[in-house]
């Protein structure tokens, strides 16, 4: 993902980190019904909000789909297939880069059976099936059911929890060396972990950013020395004047929050979300953010009715006390609008990205507070007004500015239905090519070099306007490499993937030594060294976002390739087993039968967790050196995690 202002502070990457524990967002109820010999079972899903449960039918290269396996059927005959009860959900996931059907809430499946004889039958099966949320994916789970003889139908949760195993299973895989759980010893070790950053965080800064550059704009850097010098001389006690002015402030940000609260009222949190990755709206909020982009250029100003701001203007002056100081902080709403309203809707587009109920009302909040803190601060000190800049061409040079940078978060919404369609039409390098100019001009823009109609005449170009420009052309000298394949990790939530670029010359990853977790214990204790284990999956973006932004750092990678054993498991791996392994979880026995299973039951039995990537450091009798690491794309960050643990091995 991709967040508004990430444009104006490159190099700020927003990542979360968290101790991970079992994650059940799907749990199953398995029932039969019906009258007479011919009956449905029903397959029932209960979906936690924010995760998806895929279709049945899922492209090749996406994740797993739900599945349906009957292993054991006497006096039983299956009429037709199992069919869901509604159509899956379609749209583009940024997830797989694919389109994708998924359930959300709860789905049944039904299965149509008829029973030959009811006195003496029997039906056993297991759902596989896998849950994603917008972040990440679990591995593949499955889910057991059977019928008849007297047995009732499994309903208990997916065979995902940690539980006691029977070491004396057929094939004693629990009982070998470096497979005994060290649960408890990672919760000791909680107290070390990389502390969650809250997206509403994000958001809210976000916002508050946004807020600070609209009080640039010619729309609102003016009303700030107005209004506060009408609340000074309205009243002859300054101190009730001063406090009016603070009442003005927070009206204003009563209004900008009641405003985030009602589109989520209006739309809900899902449906902002959904909107955030259909790639039908990604292409009308291309084409917005084109338009606020060309108004900022000074093509025409968007503004609302005037007869809207007009009417707020009399109320204002009609109505006393708290009434009229809101109808105020109202006008000054609608008459900034041309310049607050592409900034307030870029904003809410990133934060319905998050998702979360609250994301539109935080990100509103900042703005609003970001916003109205002059109007206050200036009403205590209005000495301060007089070092305030004078309205002028700058103000113009602002807008402009927000211009280019709106043009540019624009191709990152054509570039989601883009790959969603699969038009191909802005791959890597072409979108790279559209920033290398867009960033470009606007440094010359900066230096003077390219006018706009509306422009005051430069006659020298002031210092800040050279450090900025200093700032984009560089920024886009450093795009530069990337026409030939380099990672510009700094803007890796912007640009497409890096398997849509046709020219790629990069050769830097870093590769597992192993992907089997028994030779990797023997090597490591032959080498004396100490073990990274990657729980990864083929279908794992944040997997490859980490080796991508993180493992290609030169000091990573040097610690990696020579100061670990670094083993590779891919929890969804599909190739079967030579031998199927049986094991006991959550008092049932379970049978493994693909690698991936095996890998996914190992995360599961001996560490507690089960989303990916998933980094853990063990020593060679698989006892943890230091804290678990998740998605976190902080190169310092995981240095420090691979340090800790180095430390811990030597002593």
Known sequence: MKKFLGLLIVGMLFCMSSYSQIIEPVKWKVSMQGEGNEKEIVFHAYIEDGWHLYATDIPSGGPIPTSFSFDEISNVSLKGNVTPSKHPHEEYSALFDMKLGWYNSTIDFKQTIFIENPDSFKITGYITYQACNDVTCLPPTKHEFSFGESKTPTTTAPVMTPVNLNTNSSSNLTSQKGWQPVVEELRAMSTEKLLQESSLWFIFISGFIGGLLALLTPCVWPMIPLTVSFFLKKQQSRHKAIGEAILYG???????????????????????????????????????????????????????????????????????????????????????????????????????????????????????????????????????????????????????????????????????????????????????????????????????KLNFSHDSPIKHVSVPRLFLAIISLSFSLYMIPGLWGAPLKAISAFAPPLYTQDFNLYNKEVHAAFNDYNEGLAYARQEKKPILIDFSGYGCVNCRKMEASVWTDPVVKQILENKYVLITLMVDDKEKLKKPITVTENGKSVKLTTVGEKWS??????????????????????????????????VPKFIDFLQKGLKAFNK
């Open 250 to 448: 927070l009206s204003i940000i009563i209004i900008y929050v009641g405003l985030g609260l009602l589109i989520t009222l209006l739309f809900g949190a899902s449906a902002l979300n959904d909107l955030a990755t259909n790639a039908l709206f990604n292409i009308l909020f291309f084409a917005l953010l084109v338009l606020f982009a060309v108004s900022f250029f000074g093509a025409f100003d968007i503004t609302l009715p005037a007869s809207w701001s007009n009417k707020l203007d009399r109320k204002a002056d009609t109505a006393t006390g708290i009434i009229a100081i809101f109808f105020m902080a109202f006008t000054l709403v609608l008459v900034s609008f041309s310049c607050t309203g592409p900034i307030i809707g870029t904003l809410l587009v990133e934060a319905a990205s998050w998702g979360g109920t609250l994301a539109p009302a935080v990100g509103m909040g900042g703005f609003a507070i970001a916003l109205a803190i002059p109007f206050a601060l200036f009403a205590m000190f209005p000495s301060l007004m007089k070092q305030l800049p004078k309205s002028g061409g700058w103000l113009n040079t602002v807008k402009v500015i927000l211009g280019f940078l709106e043009l540019a978060l624009s191709l990152k919404f054509l570039s989601v239905a883009d790959l969603a369609y699969g038009w191909h039409i802005l791959d890597r390098e072409t979108f790279l090519v559209f920033w290398i100019v867009i960033f470009a001009l606007l440094g010359f823009y900066l230096l003077g």
């Open 601 to 634: 039951f190992l995360q599961r039995h001996k560490f507690g967790a089960n989303a990916q990537p998933y980094y853990v450091i063990i020593n060679s009798d698989g006892e943890p050196l230091a804290a678990p690491y998740g998605y976190n794309e902080s």
